[in-house]
């Protein structure tokens, strides 16, 4: 018996990262997964790889920045696998490293579209699935960044604080309809987000990554599993009296 067996999940972002691990690891433990992403050929090939493993899962594109998207999908999703009983917004982008006077509007907006806004319209296009079946478990995937501060992403740490902070209000709201809901914020996480990060780095490649061992106590950054593995336990029944909590998947790194 699978930890999230007969369950549907739907996950964001679900193509590369952080986000098709989780997706992989749902369908290993039994849940039918709704990957989503705005990249298709990579989401087609995470739904592959699931089938050919003898799990259960489809693609859907779909752009959490756009309201219509996400309306679209929420109800195509429900029509295919008949519920939703998971999700998981995890489609995030880091957006405009530099100080906060040198940022523009349109950065500025960016981030917050997708990492803001995109988490806002799949809880709001979800939920009312989950009241009509009484209940569910809904993952947001802040960072560290949402959580303390640090001299690089302004937008990124302001909208991963407020994943945090809706994570709790929407905890609030749904408590008494049996919908949970809770943060994860990983630290540093080996995929394409921060090898990108890495390399746009000004102090170099080499350097960047040498300074992201050096500051998770445990010496070197997590791996895509390590996320997900946190997620499942939020996502799965085992976490029935768990709301608005804030899971730190981080290597040390926020108790120092
Ligand atoms: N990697 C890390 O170190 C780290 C640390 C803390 C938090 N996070 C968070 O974890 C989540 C996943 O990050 P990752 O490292 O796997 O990133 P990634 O860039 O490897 O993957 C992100 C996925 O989100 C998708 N995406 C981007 N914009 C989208 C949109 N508008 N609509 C739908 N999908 C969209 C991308 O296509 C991609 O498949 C993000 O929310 C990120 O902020 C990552």
Not at 47 to 55: H, K, Q, W
Not at 202 to 205: L, M, N, Q
Not at 223 to 227: A, C, L, Q
């Given at each position: 018996m699978g930890r999230v067996e007969n369950k549907v999940a739907l996950v964001t972002g679900g193509a590369l990262g952080i986000g098709r691990?989780?997706?992989?690891?749902?369908?290993?433990e039994g849940a039918a997964v709704a990957v989503t992403d705005i990249l298709e050929a990579e989401g087609q090939a995470v739904?592959?790889?699931?089938?050919?493993?003898?799990?259960k899962a489809a693609f859907w594109r779909m752009d959490v920045a756009q309201e219509a998207s996400v309306r679209q999908t929420v109800a195509a999703i429900a029509a295919h696998f008949g519920r939703i009983d998971i999700l998981v917004n995890n489609a995030g982008i880091s957006g405009a490293d530099k100080p906060p006077h040198e940022i523009s509007e349109e950065e500025w907006d960016a981030v917050f579209a997708v990492d803001v806004k995109g988490a806002?319209?799949?809880t709001k296009h979800v939920v009312p699935l989950m009241l009509a079946q009484g209940g569910g478990s809904i993952v947001n995937i802040s960072s560290i960044y949402g959580a303390i501060g640090s001299a690089d992403v302004p937008p990124y740490h302001a909208a991963k604080g407020a994943v945090r902070?809706?994570?709790?209000?929407?905890?609030m709201y749904y408590a008494r309809h049996g919908i949970r809901v809770n943060s994860v914020h990983p630290g540093t996480i080996m995929t394409e987000l921060v090898r990108g990060?890495?390399?746009n780095a000004?102090?170099?490649?080499e350097a960047y990554m040498e300074g992201r061992n050096r500051i998770h106590p445990i010496g070197h950054p997590g791996?895509?599993?390590?996320?997900a593995y946190g997620v499942l336990y939020l996502a799965s029944d085992e976490a029935r009296f768990v709301t608005g909590s804030e899971l730190y998947i981080d290597g040390g790194y926020t108790a120092q």
């Open positions: 691990a989780i997706c992989e690891l749902f369908a290993r739904v592959d790889a699931i089938t050919a493993a003898g799990g806002f319209f799949c902070l809706m994570t709790k209000t929407d905890a990060m890495a390399q000004p102090e170099g490649y791996e895509p599993i390590d996320v």
